[in-house]
Nanobody, 124 residues
């Protein structure tokens, strides 16, 4: 079992920055990949970013590439999502997820564990 708790969401003006954190517990953090997804009410879940077990490989959705950065600190059992140049359309609930493989995936269905989500609101 893996428990995930997101934090860092909130209200920010367009063009601003936020850093989301996802603290994990349970299995050895350095043994699995992590991802961030987001979902707006009534819409499909959307892949945002993913990172391999070591942090050596990262993947991004085209919509966030160049603005968001995913990273992890295996010593702190935490994965981060640094979000810069935020846009109004980034306003959604963000979820972190754990994929029990070394290699990251962009497919939400391959993630076994999910956090409760954190709301990000970008005012225009």
């Amino acid at each position: 079992q893996v428990q995930l708790v997101e934090s860092g969401g909130g209200l920010v003006q367009a063009g601003g920055s936020l850093r989301l954190s996802c603290a994990t517990s349970g299995r050895t953090f350095g043994s699995y990949a992590m991802g961030w997804f987001r979902q707006a009410p009534g819409k499909e879940r959307e892949f945002v970013a993913a990172i391999s077990w070591s942090g050596g490989s990262t993947y991004y959705a085209d919509s966030v590439k160049g603005r968001f950065t995913i990273s992890r600190d295996n010593a702190k059992n935490t994965v981060y999502l640094q979000m810069n140049s935020l846009k109004h359309e980034d306003t959604v609930v963000y979820y972190c997820a754990a994929h029990m493989k070394f290699i990251a995936s962009m497919l939400g269905d391959e993630y076994e564990y999910w956090g409760q989500g954190t709301q990000v609101t970008v005012s225009s």
